[in-house]
Nanobody, 126 residues
Framework: QVELVESGGGSVQAGGSLQLSCSAS????????MAWFRQAPGAEREGIAT????????NYADSVKGRFTISQDRAKKTLYLQMNSLEPEDSAVYYC???????????????????WGQGTQVTVSA
């Protein structure tokens, strides 16, 4: 059973920072591709970052590159998303997501991922 539980969402002013966490017992196995997605009201789900558990290789969407960092602590079985220089356009529900296998380069396709957390709300005010 794959269980992904996000935490750390909240409200912050533009320019501020937040760190999201995802409790994921599956991190004890190397073959997972972990990702963060987000979805704003009326918008499609957007893949913003991936990390391959086995070697820590990461991939980012252009919209967050240089501002957000995905990381993992396998001992704590926790996935992180450090978000800096937040903008109102970053407001969305953020999801921790997983799929077995290597992470693809480039576009982060939501159709590839099977397991989704319940999401956590991030609100950035101007």
């Amino acid at each position: 059973q794959v269980e992904l539980v996000e935490s750390g969402g909240g409200s912050v002013q533009a320019g501020g920072s937040l760190q999201l966490s995802c409790s994921a017992s599956i991190l004890e196995k190397s073959g997972w591709c972990m990702a963060w997605f987000r979805q704003a009201p009326g918008a499609e789900r957007e893949g913003i970052a991936t990390i391959y558990v086995g070697n820590g290789q990461t991939n980012y969407a252009d919209s967050v590159k240089g501002r957000f960092t995905i990381s993992q602590d396998r001992a704590k079985k926790t996935l992180y998303l450090q978000m800096n220089s937040l903008e109102p356009e970053d407001s969305a529900v953020y999801y921790c997501v997983a799929d077995w296998g290597y992470c693809n380069d480039g576009y982060i396709d939501p159709k590839v991922f099977v397991y989704w957390g319940q999401g956590t709300q991030v609100t950035v005010s101007a």
